[in-house]
């Protein structure tokens, strides 16, 4: 477990465990106070055991645990510091073996594990590179084994593992692709 926290100056911090370079510092050592990482950073995301951070110029970046891909550079090895996985991207979401990004365009792009079909490009096959599945998208979130994202039209989609009816499509069958989400008025 490790905790990554930016400041109001852009600088990035970590500390806890490390055992996996989930701290980014360039080592394997885990830390009891924080330690900077870098600076630059605009937004922060952290799983289990890897993270990713948005810098000022768009480009994104991703450390730690890389066993399902999630980091994003096209292999399994592990990053015990941040390396760029690519531009133009406007939010991000570390889930605990898959990632999200949203780019500047309104483009969705996710990668790592994709057990249940969490990624939504409509198979069950990891990815080690980020995958655009859709376009039009303002918003983003990783869960476990499910992901959820928001449209431009306020439409809510999600898909990925379904067993406790999660998606909110009134089945409990997982999708490897985006459903909407089907919301009810409250209003009598």
């Known amino acids: ?48 055991s890897h993270s990713l951070a948005l810098k000022t110029d768009a480009t994104l970046w991703a450390w730690g645990i890389n066993e399902a891909g999630q980091i994003g550079d096209g292999s399994l090895v592990s990053k015990n510091t941040p390396i760029q996985i690519g531009s133009d991207f406007a939010a991000i979401d570390a889930s605990y073996s898959h990632s999200l990004a949203l780019k500047n365009d309104g483009s969705l792009w996710a990668w790592g594990y994709n057990g249940y079909g969490v990624l939504g490009d409509g198979t069950k096959i990891d990815k080690y590179t980020p995958k655009q599945i859709a376009t039009g998208y303002t918003a983003i979130a990783a ?21 406790w009816t999660q998606l909110g499509d009134g089945t409990s069958k997982d999708s490897a692709t985006p459903v909407q989400v089907k919301v009810h008025s409250l209003e009598k």
Do not use: R
Request: net charge negative; aromatic share 14%.
């Open 1 to 48: 477990m490790h905790t990554i926290a930016l400041k109001t100056d852009g600088t990035l911090w970590a500390w806890g465990e490390n055992l996996k370079g989930q701290l980014g510092d360039g080592t394997f050592e885990s830390k009891n106070t924080p330690t900077m990482i870098g600076s630059g950073y605009t937004a922060i995301s952290a799983s289990y």
């Open 143 to 163: 869960g476990v084994y499910h992901s959820l994202a928001l449209k431009t039209d306020g439409t809510l989609w999600a898909w990925g593992n379904n067993y």
